[in-house]
């Protein structure tokens, strides 16, 4: 089941899901509120990790793709006056947000990251194919962008360019972290 945003706020309050920072303001008559009726805003951190091209290839059979990642990609900054995401092109980026879920014996949340429909217009898409935010998960989310359109989209440090839908989970889960829990780099590394 989908949380409104009164159950999202909720679940914030009873440290079912941690956000950090915590969404402000929380009411939707003031300007810049964070909450849609199901779901809550992320922004973008300033770093990207943009691959590099090369003569290798991905190989999904060996582990560890958040090194490989990092060893393969070039890190940039935004500037504030913006980074342009060409057509066809691809890039890491990341939340400013961290994510928490922890798991209960009782009212266990996951979640999905999911775009944002005016930018999506514009032929953004922020993530694909690995919407899902595990419970038991804390870290930043990474975000797997691609300019479809014909035209560049000047992406900025801050703007909120995702948003989290909770939903909850039936039961108590076995914890499972994944390689990415903790992950604090657009590759999925950790940086302390």
């Not at 998960?137 to 948003?163: R, V």
Request: glycine residues 8%.
């Amino acid at each position: 089941m989908i949380l409104s945003n009164f159950e999202i706020q909720k679940a914030i309050d009873e440290g079912r899901l941690i956000i950090s920072p915590d969404p402000q303001p929380r009411n939707p008559d003031q300007a810049n509120c964070p909450y849609a009726t199901s779901a809550v805003d992320l922004h973008l951190a300033s770093a990207l990790s943009v691959p590099k091209s090369g003569a290798f290839n991905y190989d999904l059979s060996q582990g560890g793709i958040a090194t490989f990642l990092a060893r393969n990609c070039e890190h940039v900054d935004i500037p504030k006056t913006g980074y342009v995401l060409k057509p066809h092109l691809f890039v890491l980026g990341r939340t400013q947000e961290r994510i928490t879920l922890p798991i209960r014996a009782e009212q266990t949340l996951a979640a999905r990251i999911e775009g944002k429909s005016s930018f999506a217009r514009c032929g953004l898409l922020v993530h694909f194919t690995a919407p899902t935010v595990h419970a038991g998960f804390e870290g930043a989310l990474t975000l797997e962008m691609i300019n479809l359109g014909n035209a560049g989209i000047t992406l900025y440090a801050g703007k909120a360019i995702a948003q989290l839908i909770l939903e909850t989970v039936l039961g108590a889960p076995l914890a499972n972290p994944s390689q990415f829990q903790g992950q604090t780099t657009p590759a999925g590394t950790s940086q302390k």
